[in-house]
């Protein structure tokens, strides 16, 4: 069972968590890497947008993701 991390109410802090999907799941939602990373790109953006992540934290979210994608869409 996932469960997210604790943090103090009020911390101004949000987490970024990763959970493994199956072949199945990731084909159910994603046509593919590149549609996978364009999504979430995309939320990444909204993210920082609506100042819930810095910049700098979204960019290493993103670059960590593109390694995960990589070996999950092989």
Excluded: C
Aim: no cysteine.
């Amino acid at each position: 069972t996932f469960q997210r991390p604790q943090l103090p109410a009020g911390s101004g802090f949000i987490s970024v968590s990763r959970f493994p999907l199956s072949k199945e799941q990731l084909a159910a939602l994603y046509t593919s890497k590149d549609d996978y990373l364009s999504k979430f790109k995309k939320q990444l953006d909204e993210m920082v947008k609506d100042h819930w992540l810095l910049q700098p934290e979204a960019d290493k979210q993103f670059e960590a993701a593109k390694v995960n994608a990589a070996a999950a869409f092989k």
